[in-house]
């Protein structure tokens, strides 16, 4: 077995610090992180998709769903959830501003998921699927898309700034409560089971 034998060209390789450039570290942290981000992405991506075209496609029955239910504006609110749901799904599928689309997410979810508790203390069935989708969309609100994304093409990013994120959360959080009080009536994080 033939071993390489330290030159000191290697040596100097080995402990250059000079900085990178922006294509070289773009390139070197593209791997196996980014297909992760990548299939985190087209997983929630196409379940909120899948749940805003069915809802687009039959707009009157998710309309009729919601008069039922006993929100106020049912059209206002299905519009919304609709649009959330399909645009925050394409976003996050194509890795397109994903911040925004990562909020739309978490807010339509937090809804969802709301609705799946209404009737209960909010802790009685917290790990149903619109709390999963909610979280993979928080994760992806805090990593950014990665490299194999729209976000990295259009904008050379590949994460956002921290502050977004949390600014962007807390939006989610805001207009998802805003969502239920006016539309509904209710906070929809409530501790005991609600009375009608």
Known sequence: MIMNQPTAQNSAKAIDSSPM???????????????????????????????????????????????????????????????????GGIGLILGALTPLAACAAVGSMLCAWAVNVSGTAFWSEPFNIPFLIGVGAVALLFTGAGGYSVDRLAFNRTHWPKRVAVGLLVLAFAAAVLTWVALYGVNPIHLTTPTP
């Open 21 to 87: 450039t922006t294509e070289q570290a773009t390139r070197s942290t593209t791997g196996g992180g980014d297909i992760g981000l990548l299939l985190l992405r087209l997983g929630v991506g196409a379940a909120l998709l899948q749940a805003g075209l069915i809802k687009a496609l039959d707009l009157t029955t998710t309309s009729q769903f919601m008069a039922d239910a006993g929100w106020r504006l049912p059209k206002v609110a299905a519009f919304m959830v609709t649009a959330a749901e399909t645009l």
